[in-house]
């Protein structure tokens, strides 16, 4: 059983398009998050969740709005992709150790 | 604040001889720190975590980091590298439950 498993695992679109990226994890943490994974492979968190509320949010474009349906999951969506939006995001959860899922690399042409 | 530097952006290793990766770090409170590993094409995996307890903390596939606060460092070794362990390796510090900081990464080959 997967522990964070975020879908899908590739994405292509063009500019202006909105997507979707999800995520769900099955170990019954209490916080989740979104990282993303620049060209140059470095890692910035992006959002921060506890208990379904927003406790980090690192000063992203507000064309990218997470949703938490529940404590279980973490879902991002992105406005009117741009070509800077192309990177690999991660999704993870923590509770005292952090669990990466296996990140989803959007591509926008 | 906390943050990460690590010390070296490529590491190429032969083979049966030990790696080194080097790390240090910054942070206003007792930190937590991991190293994580990235295979190409791949998600992250934790290989160990230092929590304030031994200083010398052992990992998966056989590495080791030693905590050291008087240098604020926290480097990762392993005593024979092995062809498996070419991939991309992150040194992480959290200050809280809530924000890891990455450092920008090192990448290692291993030569045959």
């Known amino acids: 059983d997967t522990a964070v498993s975020q879908t899908p695992k590739y994405l292509v679109t063009q500019m202006g398009n909105d997507k979707s990226i999800k995520c769900e994890q099955n170990l019954g943490h209490d916080t989740m998050y979104w990282y993303k994974q620049d060209s140059k492979k470095f890692l910035k968190i992006m959002f921060s969740y506890n208990n379904k509320e927003l406790i980090i949010n690192e000063t992203v474009p507000n064309r990218f709005s997470p949703k938490s349906p529940d404590k279980a999951h973490l879902n991002l969506h992105i406005n009117s992709l741009e070509l800077g939006d192309s990177a690999v995001y991660f999704c993870?959860?923590?509770?005292?150790?952090?669990?990466f899922g296996s990140g989803t690399r959007l591509t926008v042409v | 604040a906390q943050s990460v530097t690590q010390l070296d952006s490529h590491v190429s290793v032969s083979e049966g001889t030990p790696v080194l990766l080097r790390c240090n770090y910054s942070?206003?409170?007792?930190?937590?720190l991991f190293w994580y590993v990235q295979h190409p094409n791949k998600g992250l995996q934790l290989l160990l975590k230092y929590t304030s307890a031994a200083t010398l903390v052992k990992g998966i596939n056989g590495f080791e980091a030693e905590f050291k606060k008087s240098e604020t460092s926290f480097h990762l070794t392993k005593p024979s590298a092995h062809m498996s362990d070419a991939a991309e390796y992150f040194c992480?510090?959290?200050?809280?439950?809530?924000?890891?900081?990455f450092g920008a990464g090192t990448t290692v080959t291993v030569r045959a």
């Open positions: 993870a959860s923590s509770q005292g150790s952090f669990t």
């Open positions: 942070s206003s409170y007792s930190p937590s």
């Open positions: 992480v510090v959290s200050d809280n439950d809530y924000k890891l900081s």
